[in-house]
């Protein structure tokens, strides 16, 4: 089986925007706008936080594919492409984080 990856995930999430709200997950919470989407990642990322804190690997695993789903809808909600998150993450591979850290102390 072919591996699934992020951008077919925001390429099924495209798919359903516009779509009738009772016929999918995804175009309700679009529909129901940027703010729905925002407070169902929060929600997902503090279920998936307690789950690592937890040692729960299989919940992490769970809360984990929430947390990335529902980010990816509240991308698309405030229309920030995926590309230009991805792009801004390759970007950042020019220096370790510690660098970065360091740097921003001294702005
Ligand atoms: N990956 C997901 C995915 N992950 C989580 N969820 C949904 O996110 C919701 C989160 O669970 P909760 O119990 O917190 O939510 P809830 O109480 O049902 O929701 P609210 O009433 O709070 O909004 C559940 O309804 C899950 O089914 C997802 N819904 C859809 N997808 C993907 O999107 C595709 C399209 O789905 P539809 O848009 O429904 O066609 C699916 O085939 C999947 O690939």
């Given at each position: 089986m072919?591996?699934?990856?992020?951008?077919?995930?925001?390429?099924?999430?495209?798919?359903?925007?516009?779509?009738?709200p009772?016929?999918?997950?995804t175009?309700?919470?679009?529909?129901?706008?940027?703010?729905?989407?925002?407070?169902?990642?929060g929600?997902?990322?503090?279920e998936?936080?307690?789950a690592?804190?937890?040692?729960?690997?299989k919940?992490?695993?769970?809360e984990?594919?929430?947390?990335l789903?529902?980010?990816?809808v509240?991308?698309?909600?405030?229309?920030?492409p995926?590309?230009?998150?991805?792009?801004?993450?390759?970007r950042?591979?020019?220096?370790?984080?510690?660098?970065?850290?360091a740097?921003?102390?001294?702005?």
């Amino acid at each position: 089986m072919k591996t699934f990856t992020l951008d077919d995930l925001a390429a099924l999430v495209d798919s359903r925007a516009g779509q009738p709200p009772d016929t999918s997950y995804t175009a309700k919470l679009l529909a129901d706008g940027p703010a729905k989407a925002a407070k169902k990642l929060g929600e997902e990322a503090v279920e998936a936080a307690i789950a690592a804190v937890q040692g729960d690997r299989k919940a992490l695993t769970s809360e984990a594919a929430d947390v990335l789903y529902h980010l990816i809808v509240t991308l698309k909600a405030v229309d920030v492409p995926l590309a230009d998150v991805m792009a801004e993450l390759g970007r950042r591979t020019a220096q370790s984080g510690l660098a970065e850290k360091a740097a921003r102390r001294h702005t």
